[in-house]
């Protein structure tokens, strides 16, 4: 594996336990895709540094358990933004 990527996947596995960082949220800060965080923090990091690839799955595992509040919270938002459009005409 080349060394950018190791470095690469060591760093966005930091920022995800530092953070409590989603999959989206590290790959708008990272200037990447969702595809290629998800392989560097589930398939490159376990060989580089095991340690540190489960302390990142315990926090993707929580944000996962989460999403559908997250989700819930986007959509009431989202609706309420609407309202308020439509009382102010």
């Not at 398939?43 to 819930?72: C, T, Y």
């Not at 009431?76 to 009382?87: F, P, V």
């Amino acid at each position: 594996m080349k060394e950018y990527i190791e470095e690469r996947s060591v760093n966005i596995g930091n920022y995800i336990v530092e953070n409590g960082a989603t999959v989206r949220q590290t790959a708008r800060r990272f200037g990447i895709s969702k595809s290629t965080v998800h392989k560097d923090v589930t398939m490159r990091l376990e060989e580089i540094n095991p340690h540190l690839a489960a302390q990142v799955r315990s926090v993707l595992n929580l944000n996962k358990s989460e999403r559908h509040i997250r989700g819930g919270m986007a959509t009431k938002a989202k609706y309420l933004k609407i309202a308020h459009k439509e009382t102010s005409i």
